[in-house]
């Protein structure tokens, strides 16, 4: 058949490669082997191709563009001539530098820089720009001992879990969780924290942050347009609070808790709480202000409770969930990141019927629920006790990195106040200082120590804090970081 004349042509039928989306129909007449190792270094210079990553066999990307092999080995060698690729035998050729470009603009995910993160107002990916920055020793809160994770426990557990999955198990499940998980989240909390639910009222989640994700949308739709939250509090639950539209208006905290009469105040048809250990002052919420709270929820109050740090105390029991006295007045959020890992990402919300079924349509619409594998795992180990154990031994653990902490604050930074109960993963430390703690966060970063300003976690002006965590760090690195730190304050 004769080739049509018009200028548009089909380009699935022309000779190209997915690699690169490369097609030799772009490259000149009798210039492949320049075409190509001009592509291939524009993709290693914008980081399409980084570093570390390996180059097609040259016999394969002749196959796919439908030039001679000679072609491709060409091309290689005038990159590997310019110090951008390497041919190492069997392994292949592999990028190993990227072209000196002085105008290229930032790649997206580029590491912030110290200034970068401090002397802005924090945006949506704080966090995330935060653990991107490498730096000595991180004091990040909010993270439990990572390498105590029950490796060989949670392998048994995995193994038992598909050993037994039936073929239907891998299918969709209920969106709410597995049977199995629910039940084990339900025996959970009625012996570690009081409270009594039915397996069918448990909604498994992708931990916290999107329990007070989900919560948010519902409230929101049923006309609930703002949530108040403890100040100072969690920047990343306002956050997560904000993004569905819930405004989050600041309620002073004090030795006490949360103070109920600025609650009142505040007319707030809704709170997120923090009652077993505030984050991040660390006080634990007094019995006469649990007596009036509970007060103010009888009275038509909605208290979003997330259970943060609850499991981890030291020199006393557990305080109750509020949940566990008031089940219809309180949506309660619970999740094993701070008891094993983030990066399971799972948690459980309880919620009162009026607010059950929408959000588990609310989980359904957004992920069809949580992958059924860890969820089976995860209930082995509480069912056979082996969390409960790994809690044992991290408890012991925790207080004397916790005291190691204390101790090195003293030393290395005369006149800060350390607050908060002896409980959970992190210490607030606040200053009598005439400098901000954004600068001092800063500094400390330049020093090679990673913390979060207090200023991060307020809606009103107070005086500069640090929130330090010290349950993933060693007495060793503990005291090289408070020391890091102390030497930023004389800087300053």
């Known amino acids: ?105 930032p790649a997206r995910g580029e590491t912030p820089s110290a200034t970068e993160l401090f002397t802005t107002a924090p945006g949506a990916d704080v966090f995330d720009s935060l653990r991107a920055v490498p730096a000595r020793i991180d004091l990040s809160p909010g993270t439990p001992d990572l390498a105590a994770f029950p490796r060989a426990a949670w392998l048994r557990a995995e193994r038992a879990a598909l050993a037994e999955l039936a073929a239907s198990g891998f299918g969709y499940g209920d969106p709410r969780g597995t049977p199995a998980l629910r039940a084990a989240v339900a025996t959970w909390v009625a012996r570690a924290r009081g409270i009594s639910v039915d397996p069918d009222e448990v909604l498994i989640v992708s931990g916290t ?39 989050t208006p600041p309620i002073t905290v004090d030795g006490d808790g949360v103070r109920i009469d600025d609650l009142h105040a505040s007319d707030a048809p ?35 409770e997330d259970d943060y740090d609850a ?20 949506i309660y959020a619970g999740s094993v990141s701070k008891l094993l890992a983030p990066a399971l990402r799972i948690g459980w919300v309880l919620a009162p019927r009026r607010y059950r079924d929408d959000l588990v349509a609310a989980k359904r619409y957004a992920d069809l629920g949580n992958a059924a594998l860890p969820q089976s795992a995860l209930a082995r180990l509480m069912e056979s006790g082996e969390l409960e154990r790994h809690l044992r031994h991290l408890r012991p653990r925790h207080r004397r990195r916790r005291d190691t902490m204390i101790g090195a604050v003293a030393a290395h ?74 030497r930023a304050v004389r800087r300053l």
């Open 311 to 330: 499991e981890h105390r030291y020199d006393r029991p557990p305080v109750p969930a509020l949940r566990s006295m008031l089940s219809e007045e309180v």
């Open 209 to 247: 942050a999107q329990a007070l994700t989900l919560t948010a949308q519902v409230l929101h739709d049923s006309g609930v347009r703002e949530v108040a939250v403890e100040e100072p509090g969690s920047l990343g639950a306002r956050q997560h609070l904000r993004s569905r539209g819930v405004g």
């Open 413 to 486: 930074l005369p006149g800060a106040v350390v607050h908060g109960a002896a409980a959970g993963l992190h210490l607030l430390i606040t200053f009598n200082a005439g400098f901000s703690d954004t600068d001092l966060a800063g500094a400390a970063l330049e020093e090679g120590v990673k913390v979060q300003p207090l200023s991060w976690h307020r809606q009103r002006a107070q005086e500069p804090g640090l929130v330090v965590g010290y349950a993933a760090r060693t007495a060793t690195e503990i005291n090289d970081g408070i020391a890091a730190i102390g």
């Open 270 to 304: 809704a709170v997120l709480l923090t009652p077993a250990h505030q984050f991040p002052t660390g006080v634990v919420l007094s019995g006469e202000r649990r007596r009036e709270l509970m007060r103010w929820a009888t009275g038509g109050g909605l208290i979003v």
């Open 1 to 105: 058949m004769p080739r049509s004349n018009d200028s548009s042509f089909d380009r699935s039928k022309t000779p190209g490669a997915d690699f690169l989306q490369l097609h030799a129909e772009d490259a000149p007449a009798g210039g492949l082997s320049d075409w190509l190792a001009h592509r291939l270094r524009l993709a290693i210079a914008d980081g399409r191709l980084p570093v570390g990553s390996r180059l097609p066999a040259t016999r394969t990307l002749a196959a796919e563009l439908r030039v001679s092999r000679g072609v491709v080995t060409e091309a290689y060698r005038r990159l590997g001539e310019d110090g951008h690729v390497d041919g190492r035998g069997r392994n292949g050729t592999v990028v190993v530098a990227a072209p000196a470009t002085a105008s290229r603009p």
